[in-house]
């Protein structure tokens, strides 16, 4: 019929005109997230600044073990005590400060000298170890070492050493006790010779018993 054929081109022409529609039209493309690079950044306690640095807060330091924020300072040292917050210690005693008292009677790293005068006496830190002497220069305080062997009483040898001097003995002798004074080895206790020793200051002699001579390398006996 009629009718019939006019609705199916009117139906063809609509499906025509809609693809030709759909052939112009442009679908833009979902545009890919725009690339950023990786900053490595702090994080965990203490940090006050993540990008920079250790990042850390003032009054902390990065701990060897965790690498963290999470190790405290004390400014002015805790001496025997330890750093438990931003100058803060905890003393041997128990008590907290910015410091530590120093233990009595302590008088620092190279101990003590005694100090006298019309008033009386009392004891004083070295600046320099036991056995230097200090010179005060433009540049500050300079330690030298002492020559002990100057004044130092050895039988032997006087050899100086960093802070100190040794004694020593010269062969067939040995120091005694009172690291000074040498005495005599008896090199006979080591048994040098085949038969007979006969021990003498600093030196020994092999012999031979009757019906045997000695050899000519002054031990055995032939």
């Not at 438990?84 to 128990?94: H, K, S, V, Y």
């Not at 019309?118 to 002497?133: I, K, L, M, N, T």
Request: proline fraction near 8%; charge should be negative; glycine fraction near 14%.
């Amino acid at each position: 019929p009629p009718v019939m054929l006019v609705e199916l081109l009117f139906q063809a022409a609509c499906v025509s005109l809609f693809l030709s529609s759909g052939q112009g039209r442009v679908y833009p493309a979902r545009k890919k997230p725009a690339s950023f690079a990786v900053e490595r950044r702090r994080v965990g306690p203490h940090v006050c600044f993540p990008g920079s640095g250790s990042g850390c807060c003032p009054g902390w330091m990065l701990s060897p073990g965790s690498g963290k924020c999470t190790l405290p300072l004390c400014s002015f040292g805790c001496g025997g005590g330890s750093c438990i917050a931003p100058n803060l210690c905890m003393c041997p005693d128990g008590e907290q400060g910015i410091t530590c008292p120093e233990p009595p009677g302590t008088c620092g790293e190279y101990g003590c000298d005694l100090s006298c005068n019309h008033g009386g006496c009392q004891e004083v830190a070295r600046v320099c170890p036991v056995g230097f002497s200090m010179a005060e220069t433009a540049n500050g305080v300079r330690c030298t070492d002492i020559d002990e062997c100057q004044s130092a009483a050895c039988e032997g040898t006087c050899v100086n050493t960093e802070g100190g001097f040794a004694c020593e003995c010269g062969a067939g002798r040995e120091l005694s006790a009172d690291r000074r004074s040498c005495r005599d080895t008896d090199e006979c206790q080591a048994t040098p010779c085949q038969h007979r020793c006969e021990n003498s200051v600093g030196s020994y002699r092999c012999s031979c018993r009757p019906g045997y001579h000695l050899h000519g390398n002054r031990h055995s006996c032939v």
